[in-house]
């Protein structure tokens, strides 16, 4: 039998991978963590199951949808984290859906690699992870939300 000749423009079309933990993309990430911890700080029982369903859900959308104004959360976690994904687009550029997705996926590593069954492994990782750089999340009364222009 003869071999078949690799003929240039034949086969898979392999493109190359971002690196999205790069310096570009760090601060984007973490907008979206925080917006994550501010999920888990306001819903104590949210798993990290949920957190993974949540961002493979934003990641279905982007796929389907023209641009990323058309994203409709559907959860609190989720609209956490596209408010995140907001502010660090103001402070920090505007990113493709593609980028999108390839920090979501880093994100979902990232809860894979610290998740405990059925747990919160990867929320109490990222709670202290956080904590160390000084980011601190906590509960606001209504009225504490009011003063801080919070709320109206």
């Given at each position: 039998?003869?071999?078949?000749?690799?003929?240039?423009?034949?086969?898979?079309?392999?493109?190359?991978?971002?690196?999205?933990?790069?310096?570009?993309?760090?601060?984007?990430?973490?907008?979206?963590e925080?917006?994550i911890?501010?999920?888990?700080?306001?819903?104590?029982?949210?798993?990290?199951?949920?957190?993974?369903?949540?961002?493979?859900?934003?990641?279905?959308?982007?796929?389907?949808?023209?641009?990323?104004?058309?994203?409709?959360?559907?959860?609190?976690?989720?609209?956490?984290?596209?408010?995140?994904?907001k502010?660090?687009?103001?402070?920090?550029?505007?990113?493709?859906?593609?980028?999108?997705?390839?920090?979501?996926?880093?994100?979902?590593?990232s809860?894979?690699a610290?998740?405990e069954?059925?747990?919160?492994?990867?929320?109490?990782?990222?709670?202290?992870?956080?904590?160390?750089?000084?980011?601190?999340?906590?509960?606001?009364?209504?009225?504490?939300?009011?003063?801080?222009?919070?709320t109206?």
């Amino acid at each position: 039998m003869s071999k078949r000749k690799n003929r240039p423009g034949h086969g898979s079309q392999l493109r190359p991978i971002n690196n999205y933990r790069a310096e570009r993309y760090i601060m984007h990430i973490m907008n979206v963590e925080i917006g994550i911890l501010q999920a888990s700080t306001a819903d104590p029982e949210l798993t990290d199951s949920e957190v993974k369903a949540t961002l493979k859900g934003l990641i279905t959308e982007l796929r389907v949808s023209k641009s990323i104004s058309e994203i409709t959360p559907s959860n609190l976690t989720a609209k956490l984290i596209m408010e995140g994904l907001k502010q660090a687009f103001n402070k920090h550029g505007v990113l493709t859906k593609e980028d999108i997705i390839g920090i979501f996926d880093v994100i979902i590593h990232s809860i894979t690699a610290h998740s405990e069954t059925r747990g919160r492994g990867y929320l109490n990782y990222l709670k202290k992870f956080l904590e160390k750089i000084g980011v601190k999340v906590r509960k606001v009364s209504k009225e504490e939300a009011k003063e801080l222009g919070l709320t109206e």
